[in-house]
């Protein structure tokens, strides 16, 4: 309960707490509860949006990452839907309500969280069921073998009673009930060591059971920042210069794909120029005159609207796009410049992770993102993932990952973002990215992954497999050596000082073969 209460105030945060309103021709600042359908919201570049709600007036992109995952900020016109939480990157909006503050869809996000985290029922350990039983069972033996054979077939009372002590002391449940904790607090300490953090032994033990991973792309698989992937000349011009004239224009611009192009025009060292008279087209692009000439950048569609696109351009940005690239043209409004394509860059340990989880027996890795299709496909190809799910919004992850724990049993699910804290909490087991998740994530997973490193997946899953082995062995051995020990003392050739150190051997034993998941470390 404290977990969900966390992850509902680390929810509430996201969205203001208020808002500014135009109601009769005045603009007032309240409180999102008083806000109500229909009321007219006016949102300013560089603000959070209070309220869900439809474009009215206005032009903008919106970075709407931390409700649907999607990579990059998503133009928005008239009649498009805007939701609380994300964030107005550029231009002024004007938005009329279509939610109360109780059904925005970020409220709804919290709601989910709350139903999954109580469909949870609490698993309860075999030794804890079993040991509630045997303790009992133990006792009510030895009574018998202390009182029933000078009872009934005349034995010496002092020989009995003596066997009977014998059976409760080689009855003891010591190594038996230390049998789980000792392999868990070893496990857990082990990979606490190793920056994963894991919230209790029921999670550890789940982790080695599953059969099914599905990722969150953005942060998690990918690095959650664009970068310039292709630039293509298509004037006689040399990238250098392609780059330099991009990156005059958009270091007057605060978009992600601006900030793209200026990181990769300093580390290529690209030519310098000087731009002026620059303006944003919203939505699609920017201008601006550059020695004497008017230049252009932008969306494909800008340039439609300037001239005629050539095929052969047209099947160079369609290939680009098939491979899930944002491409950006440079031109004048004579001709195309060249074409830049931008990505969100896949983490470099993400296919070998990939292939490492199916070596080591998960059945199947699906990606689910809120990116569109082309671009989740490509990703999820370029990886070797076994399946790929795009365009989905929170409901839709929590819905596939319940889909997927019919159909596999233990499925975990590895995100960072709040989009994903309802589909980590129905998972079998939620694994958080740490240093790049969000404190949702965090609070509503059952492991962190804390320095933000997925090749600890593979470990985490491989030690948990071994925990797992170990309590078994535990078990096992604990059982077996009890068993042993009862038929030995009933001809008496068991004494007390033997039983004493059959029930300790075998505490000190199962504490030492626990001991081993000390040494478990990660091998690529």
Same mark, same amino acid.
């Given at each position: 309960?404290?977990?969900?209460?966390?992850?509902?105030?680390?929810?509430?945060?996201?969205?203001?707490?208020?808002?500014?309103?135009?109601?009769?021709?005045?603009?007032?600042?309240?409180?999102?509860?008083?806000?109500?359908?229909?009321?007219?919201?006016?949102?300013?570049?560089?603000?959070?949006?209070?309220?869900? /709600?439809?474009?009215?007036?206005?032009?903008?992109?919106?970075?709407?990452?931390?409700?649907?995952?999607?990579?990059?900020?998503?133009?928005?016109?008239?009649?498009?839907?805007?939701?609380?939480?994300?964030?107005?990157?550029?231009?002024?909006?004007?938005? *009329?309500?279509?939610?109360?503050?109780?059904?925005?869809?970020?409220?709804?996000?919290?709601?989910?969280?709350?139903?999954?985290? &109580?469909?949870?029922?609490?698993?309860?350990? @075999?030794?804890?069921?079993?040991?509630? +039983?045997?303790?009992? &069972?133990?006792?009510?033996?030895?009574?018998?073998?202390?009182?029933?054979?000078?009872?009934?077939?005349? /034995?010496?009372?002092? !020989?009995?009673? +003596?066997?009977?002590?014998?059976?409760?002391?080689?009855?003891?449940?010591?190594?038996?009930?230390?049998?789980?904790?000792?392999?868990?607090?070893?496990?857990?300490?082990?990979?606490?060591?190793?920056?994963?953090?894991?919230?209790?032994?029921?999670?550890?033990?789940?982790?080695?059971?599953?059969?099914?991973?599905?990722?969150?792309?953005?942060?998690?698989?990918?690095?959650?920042?664009?970068?310039?992937?292709?630039?293509?000349?298509?004037?006689?011009?040399?990238?250098?210069?392609?780059?330099?004239?991009?990156?005059? #224009?958009?270091?007057?611009?605060?978009?992600?794909?601006?900030?793209?192009?200026?990181?990769?025009?300093?580390?290529?060292?690209? !030519?310098?120029?000087?731009?002026?008279? @620059?303006?944003?087209?919203?939505?699609?692009?920017? *201008?601006?005159? #550059?020695?004497?000439?008017? +230049?252009?950048?932008?969306?494909?569609?800008?340039?439609?609207? #300037?001239?005629?696109?050539?095929? !052969?351009?047209?099947?160079?940005?369609?290939?680009?796009?098939?491979?899930?690239?944002?491409?950006?043209?440079?031109?004048?409004?004579?001709?195309?410049?060249?074409?830049?394509?931008?990505?969100?860059?896949?983490? *470099?340990?993400?296919?070998?992770?990939?292939?490492?989880?199916?070596?080591?027996?998960?059945?199947?890795?699906?990606?689910?993102?809120?990116?569109?299709?082309?671009?989740? =496909?490509?990703? /999820?190809?370029?990886?070797?993932?076994?399946?790929?799910?795009? !365009?989905?919004?929170?409901?839709?992850?929590?819905? =596939?990952?319940?889909?997927?724990?019919?159909?596999?049993?233990?499925?975990?699910?590895?995100?960072?973002?709040?989009?994903?804290?309802?589909?980590?909490?129905?998972?079998?087991?939620?694994?958080?990215?740490?240093?790049?998740?969000?404190?949702?994530?965090?609070?509503?997973?059952?492991?962190?992954?804390?320095?933000?490193?997925?090749?600890?997946?593979?470990?985490?899953?491989?030690?948990?497999?071994?925990?797992?082995?170990?309590?078994?062995?535990?078990?096992?051995?604990?059982?077996?050596?009890?068993?042993?020990?009862?038929?030995?003392?009933?001809?008496?050739?068991?004494?007390?000082?033997?039983?004493?150190?059959?029930?300790?051997?075998?505490?000190?034993?199962?504490?030492?073969?626990?001991?081993?998941?000390?040494?478990?470390? +990660?091998?690529?």
């Amino acid at each position: 309960m404290d977990k969900a209460r966390q992850s509902i105030r680390s929810l509430m945060d996201i969205a203001p707490n208020r808002a500014t309103i135009s109601r009769d021709n005045e603009l007032i600042e309240m409180d999102v509860e008083d806000i109500q359908v229909d009321d007219i919201m006016i949102i300013k570049s560089g603000e959070k949006i209070a309220m869900d /709600g439809i474009v009215i007036k206005g032009q903008s992109s919106i970075n709407q990452s931390s409700i649907t995952g999607e990579s990059i900020p998503v133009y928005k016109t008239l009649n498009d839907e805007v939701f609380a939480g994300t964030l107005n990157e550029e231009g002024s909006l004007t938005v *009329k309500v279509t939610k109360l503050v109780k059904d925005t869809t970020i409220a709804k996000i919290i709601h989910l969280v709350e139903e999954a985290q &109580a469909e949870r029922a609490p698993s309860q350990l @075999f030794v804890d069921k079993f040991a509630k +039983y045997y303790t009992p &069972a133990i006792m009510i033996i030895a009574l018998f073998v202390a009182i029933l054979p000078p009872l009934l077939i005349g /034995g010496i009372w002092s !020989e009995w009673i +003596y066997r009977g002590l014998a059976v409760l002391v080689v009855g003891c449940p010591c190594a038996l009930v230390i049998s789980t904790p000792v392999a868990i607090v070893t496990a857990i300490g082990n990979a606490a060591r190793r920056g994963v953090l894991i919230k209790g032994g029921i999670h550890l033990e789940e982790a080695g059971k599953l059969n099914a991973i599905a990722f969150d792309k953005t942060g998690t698989l990918t690095e959650g920042k664009p970068e310039v992937t292709n630039i293509i000349a298509l004037s006689g011009m040399n990238e250098k210069a392609i780059l330099g004239i991009s990156q005059a #224009i958009e270091s007057f611009s605060t978009h992600p794909l601006a900030s793209a192009i200026i990181r990769k025009a300093k580390n290529d060292q690209a !030519e310098k120029y000087m731009a002026s008279d @620059f303006q944003s087209i919203t939505g699609k692009g920017a *201008k601006a005159i #550059i020695e004497n000439k008017e +230049y252009f950048i932008g969306s494909p569609s800008l340039f439609t609207e #300037i001239l005629t696109i050539s095929n !052969e351009v047209h099947q160079q940005i369609g290939d680009l796009q098939t491979q899930g690239k944002t491409v950006m043209l440079l031109g004048t409004n004579q001709q195309i410049i060249g074409l830049i394509a931008v990505a969100d860059q896949v983490r *470099k340990e993400s296919i070998a992770i990939i292939r490492n989880l199916h070596q080591i027996g998960i059945k199947k890795t699906i990606m689910l993102t809120g990116d569109n299709k082309a671009t989740g =496909e490509a990703i /999820g190809n370029q990886l070797g993932l076994t399946e790929t799910k795009a !365009e989905l919004l929170p409901e839709d992850k929590l819905n =596939e990952i319940k889909d997927l724990r019919n159909q596999y049993g233990k499925i975990a699910m590895v995100g960072d973002g709040v989009n994903d804290a309802p589909a980590l909490a129905a998972s079998t087991v939620g694994i958080a990215m740490g240093g790049a998740g969000t404190d949702t994530a965090l609070e509503t997973a059952d492991i962190a992954l804390m320095a933000d490193d997925l090749e600890k997946l593979p470990y985490t899953i491989a030690l948990s497999r071994k925990t797992m082995t170990i309590i078994k062995q535990n078990i096992f051995f604990a059982l077996g050596l009890k068993l042993l020990a009862l038929l030995l003392i009933i001809p008496g050739w068991l004494t007390l000082w033997l039983a004493i150190f059959a029930d300790m051997g075998a505490t000190l034993i199962v504490v030492l073969n626990s001991l081993r998941l000390m040494k478990t470390k +990660y091998s690529k």
